[in-house]
Nanobody, 127 residues
Framework: QVQLVESGGGLVQAGDSLRLSCAAS????????MGWFRRAPWKEREVVAT????????YYADSVKGRFTISRDNTKNTVNLQMNSLKPEDTAVYYC????????????????????WGPGTQVTVSS
């Protein structure tokens, strides 16, 4: 069992930055591939960014490439999402998720493959 808790959400203006953090507890954090997903009102949950168990590989949705950066710190059991140049369309509840990988360098962008989820943190970007 892995427990995940997100933090760092809030209300910002377009063009601002936010840094989301996800703290993991329970089983060994560095056994898992991690991801950030989001759900906007009246929309399906979608992938934002994911990172491999090893930390070597990352995946970004086209909508956030060049603006968001995912990273992990296995010494602190955290995965972070640095969000720059935020847009109103980034408004959503952001979720951290974990899954066991098949290979240590693999990245996974399908949300249904993730086993553990945090409760989410709200990000609101005003225009």
């Amino acid at each position: 069992q892995v427990q995940l808790v997100e933090s760092g959400g809030g209300l910002v203006q377009a063009g601002d930055s936010l840094r989301l953090s996800c703290a993991a507890s329970g089983r060994t954090f560095n056994n898992y591939a991690m991801g950030w997903f989001r759900r906007a009102p009246w929309k399906e949950r979608e992938v934002v960014a994911t990172i491999s168990q090893s930390g070597r590989n990352t995946y970004y949705a086209d909508s956030v490439k060049g603006r968001f950066t995912i990273s992990r710190d296995n010494t602190k059991n955290t995965v972070n999402l640095q969000m720059n140049s935020l847009k109103p369309e980034d408004t959503a509840v952001y979720y951290c998720a974990a899954r066991q990988p098949v290979y240590p360098h693999s990245v996974y962008y399908v949300p249904t493959g993730y086993t553990y989820w945090g409760p989410g943190t709200q990000v609101t970007v005003s225009s």
